[in-house]
């Protein structure tokens, strides 16, 4: 059995940074997808970033390129999500996901992935 369990959200004033974490546990890996996705208030879960297996190919949504950065540890079975600069509008529940379809590339929608954490909020205020 999966679990992705996420980690380390909370509120901050723009400008600010926060590092998400999210522990995997129940499957190898080192050989799947690990993706980070938000969902904001009124909102459909959206793709953020995603990096494949060994970090070989990575994505990152527009609005978060520059600002947050996608990595994992595979010793540790976590991967975290670095945010800088953060705005207003990256308020949201922030969900990390594991994609063991074994493509070489990332792929960036939610049905896509097969298993999910619970979720944790980041909040970021003006």
């Known amino acids: 059995q999966v679990q992705l369990v996420e980690s380390g959200g909370g509120s901050v004033q723009a400008g600010g940074s926060l590092t998400l974490s999210c522990a995997a546990s129940?499957?190898?890996?080192?050989?799947?997808?690990m993706g980070w996705f938000r969902q904001a208030p009124g909102k459909e879960r959206e793709f953020v970033t995603a990096?494949?297996?060994?970090?070989?190919?990575?994505n990152y949504a527009d609005s978060v390129k520059g600002r947050f950065t996608i990595s994992r540890d595979n010793a540790k079975n976590t991967v975290y999500l670095h945010m800088i600069s953060l705005k207003p509008e990256d308020t949201a529940v922030y969900y990390c996901?594991?994609?063991?379809?074994?493509?070489?590339?990332?792929?960036?929608?939610?049905?896509?992935?097969?298993?999910w954490g619970q979720g944790t909020q980041v909040t970021v205020s003006s």
């Open positions: 996901a594991l994609d063991i379809d074994g493509r070489p590339w990332v792929r960036t929608t939610p049905s896509e992935y097969d298993y």
């Open positions: 990096t494949t297996r060994y970090g070989g190919n990575t």
């Open positions: 129940g499957r190898t890996f080192t050989q799947y997808t």
